[in-house]
């Protein structure tokens, strides 16, 4: 399953975040523009509690099972 959303950095450049999560692994990827490639990073506490909420929208429509969405909540770091 692949999430998507926009957000702002904090020197207000504005990039692509998307995050893969297909078996037991999650990857996290940005990019700034068209025209550039896609970067790995580190999420921060923001990015998971709104990767958290786009998999949760998609439990109630069947679109992401309930087990898919506890795993990434084991996955959250403490």
């Known amino acids: ?11 207000g450049k504005k990039h692509q975040v998307f995050v893969e999560v297909f078996g037991k692994n999650i990857t996290w990827a940005k990019k700034y523009g068209h025209n550039t490639s896609w970067d790995p990073f580190a999420p921060t506490d ?33």
């Open 1 to 11: 399953m692949e999430f998507g959303w926009w957000q702002k950095d904090e020197e």
């Open 46 to 78: 923001a990015d998971w509690d709104k990767l958290i909420s786009e998999a949760e929208r998609r439990v109630p429509r069947r679109l992401f099972s309930q087990k898919q969405f506890e795993f990434i909540l084991s996955q959250r770091p403490k």
